[in-house]
């Protein structure tokens, strides 16, 4: 595998897990107001700020940057403020991740916020191609015959937490 892909896999396994302890609220979110500077050519959009939803855009697997611990740690501990007791992250482990970047065009991985059956926080994962659709299984069925998968079964915290977090 060469450095740049090895690099890219980490760094979205960093920013899952980072992605996941910032859930949002789901009764009252709205599109993030948020300047596109983007300088790797991955969307086609202005600096204006924008509150809207953006269809013209393509991947590169480039998305994304990384933030600094002290944004990270004041960010999860809004959440956790505003979110008592609730979940705080998801673990999922390298292989599903890798399982989803390896389908044919994927160029990263979207997460879905989702209420199980219990009313419990769930994020479902999804591969992206460059155009932004969801790679998606052709049939209901886990037989593996089909190359794309979506994911989830993920280990929540509280329960599984490391104790040393943010």
């Given at each position: 595998m060469n450095h740049a892909m090895k690099y890219?896999?980490?760094?979205?396994?960093?920013?899952?897990?980072?992605?996941?302890?910032?859930?949002?609220?789901?009764?009252?979110?709205?599109?993030?107001?948020?300047?596109?500077?983007?300088?790797?050519?991955?969307?086609?959009?202005?600096?204006?700020?924008?509150?809207?939803?953006?269809?013209?855009?393509?991947?590169?697997?480039?998305?994304?940057?990384?933030?600094?611990?002290?944004?990270?740690?004041?960010?999860?501990?809004?959440?956790?403020?505003?979110?008592?007791?609730?979940?705080?992250?998801?673990?999922?482990g390298a292989d599903i991740i890798k399982q989803i970047l390896a389908e044919e065009d994927c160029v990263g991985i979207r997460m879905y916020y989702a209420l199980d059956d219990h009313k419990q926080r769930q994020i479902i994962l999804v591969g992206v191609n460059a155009q932004g659709q969801d790679l998606m299984p052709a049939a209901q069925a886990l037989d593996g015959a089909d190359p794309n998968i979506i994911s989830d079964i993920s280990w929540p915290c509280p329960t599984y937490c490391s104790g040393i977090g943010f």
């Open positions: 890219l896999k980490n760094a979205m396994l960093i920013a899952l897990v980072i992605t996941c302890s910032c859930e949002g609220q789901f009764n009252d979110e709205i599109p993030a107001t948020f300047n596109t500077g983007i300088s790797n050519g991955a969307a086609n959009m202005t600096n204006a700020p924008i509150q809207t939803l953006v269809t013209k855009y393509t991947f590169n697997g480039a998305e994304g940057d990384p933030i600094a611990r002290g944004t990270a740690k004041t960010w999860t501990a809004n959440f956790r403020e505003f979110n008592p007791g609730g979940t705080e992250a998801h673990f999922f």
